[in-house]
């Protein structure tokens, strides 16, 4: 699979309208990045990206205290519409995709089950989703997790 086939679409809307992107992201382990950033061009638009896989990381990373997500619950889309927020505003950019999940093959500590994902994107349009796989395949879950998450950029750039 190449990074690119779900990434170009959404690069190319991108650099057309001089846009910027920053991606905050955690089960996906970087592949959003570096779909984004296998494609030429990609210094026009890409400003930043941090994995935030652990709690630690997103304390660091991103700035992010237990207060700042205080009555959000883990794993769902306001969370991630958050985290994304965050992602923006830090990064300066016109755009942020944030990702949340987990990948696999157990499932997390607040009871959800391997293959779920929630990706929030943040910009002039702002979207999110959940998706569910119902694999506990990591890698397969990872890299379906990356296809929505370029996917959902591309969707929120087409609205604008």
Known sequence: MQ????SHNA?????ARGHTVAVAESSTAGLISAALL????????YRGGSVIYTLEARKHL?????????GLEPL?????????QVARAQLQA???VAELGVAGPTGARYGHPPGISV???????????TL?????????????????????????????
């Open 94 to 96: 016109t755009w942020a």
């Open 119 to 129: 990706l929030a994107v943040d910009g002039p349009v702002c979207v999110s989703c």
């Open 3 to 6: 990074l690119t086939e779900y």
């Open 132 to 160: 569910q796989t119902h694999s506990d395949n990591r890698e397969e879950n990872m890299w379906a997790f990356t296809r929505a998450a370029l996917e959902l950029l591309e969707d929120a750039l087409r609205k604008t």
């Open 62 to 70: 991103l700035g992010i205290r237990r207060a700042d997500v205080e």
């Open 11 to 15: 690069a190319e809307l991108l650099k």
């Open 38 to 45: 296998a494609v030429p061009g990609a210094s026009s638009y």
């Open 76 to 84: 769902t889309e306001a969370m991630v519409s958050r985290f994304a």
